[in-house]
């Protein structure tokens, strides 16, 4: 294994001196966990994937950062205040420090806003709203907005701050674009200003971080070591906790809860979460991909898409796929997130002769064949999900063609050009927020407003545009969510994409853990305690 990070020696010394002093006083915490992926990369701005911003959010920080709540509280910077309808103003932490013992400044906040904004990130999106940031001082910033722009702070929250100089030490300037299998220092290597400095990252994925002694915040955890193993195979994974290899597993495979509720010394943790898995049907193409159909795109009828969302049963799958580890959901954004309206949230009609005869409406009595994509290793019993679909949408006619594979290579689908036709997925808003979705999922692609980066599908409808972006830069709460209200109505008439559930997070661990479960599925490593 290569030791990736490699600090001055001052650092070092510094570093392992700690952990010697507190290994002399005290038996030493290795924590040890295993999940279904590793991060993909160590760069925070090459996925907009929330199991590589929670790995990485140990090591780098945000300027505004989620409490044990979820709610927001001061990290890099101590104060923040709209000074005018256009203008955020950022009072930053003094006296922090770089891992490498450097200090952090104002330069470091403009550096990463050019590189999050530049070519190869897939971050651009948290910035959205603001077209430049300024150093007003060492300690102070302040972003400039196109227009009013209200949830800009919790934006904030999944913008993690690197440090300028080792980025151009270390010829990492650019963000490292995954899709075109990019490969710089910051895939391999990190350094930020967390509670946590990566020690090593193999090749197989495993990563070793240690405390960082420097850490301007004051640590809850009494951690000396963490010890992170990829293992996406579910056996494995389940088998790991249960001979102790390792101390908590995230996920659990849902087949192995009995086995771990009988097992002394381990429990089992639930959390429903505020993601909405859906499948994305390719609205814009004039051809589909992979497709029987040739010339025309029979997606682009909604008739087409509602009888999909009609035979995709969201009920059967919450039961006998997910063993009620998941909440049935309908829109495009479930319970917990800002202008969720149950009223709506209505499922479709499970009738299948209903369903044949909208495809015959359409033109397609007959059915067709089409491709679709889908990850085994990235959410709850994904590959499931989608292999279930693939049977329901037979009944109507449709024979999909299903290509399973890991997330690292799933995600190239859900990213320009989105060659895919039909293929699953999941989004948790960052800002907790309706318009995050409706922005980034399915209002129209324009490079320009960096909006719709994540609209793979393709769905177009300027009333739908309209709307999102006014909501975006209406200030009064009411006539906010209304707007969001209606925005979520029309995707869930248009049937722009096809929601089945939010997944219920299934953790398990030694009862010696202590630990934080949220719903955003993050796993901030300052909340773990070792008993």
Known sequence: MTALFRPHKGLAAVVFAAALGLAGAVHAK?????????????????????????????IYEPLIRRSKELALEPALAVKWEATSPTTWRFTLRQGVKWQDGSPFTADDVVFTYGRTKGPGSLLATVLRGSTAVKKIDDHTVEFTMAGPNPTFPQQMSSWLIMSKAWSEKNNTTKATDLTKNEVSFSTMNAMGTGPFILKS????????????????????????????????????????????????????????????????????????ELRTMLFFVDQLRDELIDSSVKGKNPFKDVRVRQAMAMAIDAEAISRQVMRGVSVPNYLLVGPGINAFDAALNAAPKRDIDAAKKLMADAGYANGFEVGMQCSNDRYVNDEFICTAAVAMLARIGIKVNLKVMPFNQLIKFLSPPYETSLILAGWLPATYDAHDALFNLTASRSKELQRGVFNVGGYNNPKLDELVMKAGVELDPKARDTMLRQALQIVRDDVAVIPIHQQVIVWAAKDSVDLVQNADNFFPLRFVKMK
């Open 201 to 272: 990252r193999g090749a197989d994925g495993k990563i070793v971080m240690v405390p960082n002694p420097g850490w301007w915040d004051k640590a809850e955890h009494n951690l000396t070591e963490v010890i992170f193993t990829p293992i996406a195979n579910p056996a494995t994974r389940s088998a790991a906790l249960l001979s102790g290899e390792v101390d908590m597993v995230h996920t659990l495979p849902v087949n192995a809860i009995p086995r771990v509720l009988e097992q002394k010394g381990l429990r089992v943790m639930r959390k429903a």
């Open 30 to 58: 290795t924590f040890k966990w295993a999940a279904d992926s590793d991060p993909g990369s160590m760069d925070p701005h090459s996925r907009n994937v929330a199991s590589t911003l929670s790995m990485l959010s140990n």
